[in-house]
């Protein structure tokens, strides 16, 4: 009923920057805690950051010191700034969220569709 979509993905060589976006659209709902995860070809999904409504932030340890995540909660979209990237930051990244669906009651866990990042070798 929520829907996120993410953009900013592509194709960046080493040591470069892109800054992802993923934004929610819906009626009625209002925003937990939110995350990005991300998935290379033949890995597990893992999480890369998240961030509580509160703001405060959580990084696994390969991209922490290069990867920032932030929201900007009136336009119910999180950002992930990455920086210094390299070769095995290559993955499908996937915004995820917590939806408290205001008219049902309900909290939903939901999930983008996912942009592609490639950083070349």
């Known amino acids: 009923q929520v829907q996120l979509v993410e953009s900013g993905g592509g194709l960046v060589q080493i040591g470069g920057s892109l800054r992802l976006s993923c934004a929610a659209s819906g009626s009625a709902f209002r925003l937990g805690g939110m995350g990005w995860y991300r998935q290379a070809p033949g890995k597990q999904r893992e999480l890369v950051a998240t961030i509580t409504s509160g703001g405060r932030t959580n990084y696994t340890d390969s991209v922490n010191g290069r990867f920032t995540i932030s929201r900007d909660n009136a336009k119910n979209t999180i950002y992930l700034q990455m920086n210094s990237l390299k070769p095995e930051d290559t993955a499908v990244y996937y915004c995820?969220?917590?939806?408290?669906?205001?008219?049902?009651?309900?909290?939903?866990?939901?999930w983008g569709q996912g942009t592609l990042v490639t950083v070349s070798s």
């Open positions: 995820n969220a917590d939806v408290w669906i205001i008219s049902a009651h309900q909290a939903l866990d939901t």
